[in-house]
């Protein structure tokens, strides 16, 4: 088939980027015709890859509507069999929202970066807060919308509160990791050889945290568990592994103030994140609002367990106690540092990271792909 993705980077710069180029040499690979419209963008081998004029004199607020816009348009005369987009995009006979529900996202988002410290109903009146939900229910009434490809049961739940109408559309598909399980295997060479160059010792327990903006994924709540945690067994101190970009100014003041500061390290953005993953214990991910994150099946892949959220749509291929922990308020610290604890035994470690590497070769990305290659099929017909 001629088939068209829309996007607006095409680099493997974040989670829903490094989907969708996996996706499209996935739909290569099996023998179809693939064009990507995009704003910025890599080459990729047996891709058509359109790079449209970014918009200049736009405002920052108005932004993604803009390039939604301009995509539409291109899409207006594009010849492919079917079309699939991805967050607050329309034109396309299939949506694929990484990012979740736009309406969740704010009440998530905006507590922490736009309403403080004033009241939370201010948010109705930010302008990007205006723009992105009309860009995204325009995507959604769209007549020639076919299907919602979902990441988890959450975000069809949510959907249905916001778009009851898209009721009978919505197809949940649980992301899927590119990376190994044999990762496991490699955990004491990554240990030995990554942590000393992040000034963290080897031979103690290590709490991962990786994702941007700090705020919304929890890196707080991590942080003070990990505090906790030392606070009652300070001779198993945890330290705290932070990957990612975002301003880390009032993270390294909170941990100056709980007295760990020598037990967390900034790392910022990682070249190999699956080493990251290797030379873990456990992913410490007590967000606020993911769709799903990519982040809760690649820690698996590595054989590394998962604490997070309820309000984490990967928690849902989280078995309790056996490849992880799922937590109803990610404010629930001294619970996460119970959790951390449990890790001390040996033998539970070795269970739960044999139970986290089951769970990753059922979510693979291929057979993730697979599923969505059959929707575009059917939306085509």
Not at 125 to 152: N, S
Request: proline residues 6%; hydrophobic residues 40%.
């Amino acid at each position: 088939m001629k088939i068209t993705l829309a996007t607006r980077h095409f680099r493997p710069v974040g989670g829903a980027e490094r989907f969708i180029r996996m996706f499209a040499r996935y739909l290569v690979d099996r023998g179809h015709h693939v064009r990507v419209y995009a704003f910025q963008g890599d080459d990729l081998p047996g891709v058509e890859l359109i790079l449209l004029d970014k918009p200049r004199g736009v405002p920052r607020f108005a932004h993604d509507w803009e390039t939604a816009r301009r995509i539409a348009k291109r899409l207006e005369t594009d010849d492919a069999d079917v079309r699939m987009g991805g967050q607050k995009f329309w034109g396309c006979e299939v949506l694929h929202p990484v990012g979740g529900v736009e309406g969740v996202f704010w009440q998530a988002h905006v507590r922490h970066r736009l309403a403080k410290p004033l009241p939370a109903f201010t948010r109705h009146f930010h302008l990007k807060r205006y723009f992105d939900l009309a860009g995204e229910a325009r995507g959604y009434h769209d007549p020639r919308l076919r299907c919602v490809v979902a990441e988890a049961d959450l975000v069809r739940r949510q959907l249905l509160q916001f778009y009851p109408e898209l009721n009978g559309k919505i197809r949940v598909v649980f992301q899927g990791t590119g990376l190994s399980t044999d990762l496991a295997a490699q955990r004491e060479t990554h240990r030995r050889t990554l942590l000393p160059s992040f000034g963290m010792a080897p031979d103690r327990p290590i709490a991962l945290f990786m994702g941007h903006d700090f705020f919304r994924k929890g890196l707080r709540h991590a942080i003070e568990a990990v505090a906790a945690a030392n606070r009652k067994d300070p001779l198993h101190a945890w330290q705290l592994l932070v990957a990612g970009r975002d301003e880390t100014r009032p993270f390294r003041r909170l941990v100056q103030d709980l007295g760990i500061a020598d037990d967390v390290k900034f790392v910022g953005s990682v070249p190999d994140p699956s080493a990251c993953y290797a030379a873990a214990d456990v992913l410490l991910f007590p967000t606020t609002f993911d769709s799903f994150a990519i982040v809760t099946v690649e820690a698996m892949s590595a054989g590394t367990p998962v604490i997070t959220t309820v309000q984490n749509g990967g928690s849902e291929i989280i078995e309790e106690g056996r490849n992880g922990w799922v937590l109803p308020d990610p404010a629930m610290t001294e619970r996460m540092a119970d959790h951390l604890l449990e890790l001390r035994d040996p033998e539970k470690r070795r269970a739960m990271k044999d139970a986290s590497i089951a769970t990753a070769k059922q979510h693979t990305a291929e057979s993730k792909f697979k599923e969505i290659e059959s929707i575009l099929v059917s939306a085509a017909r």
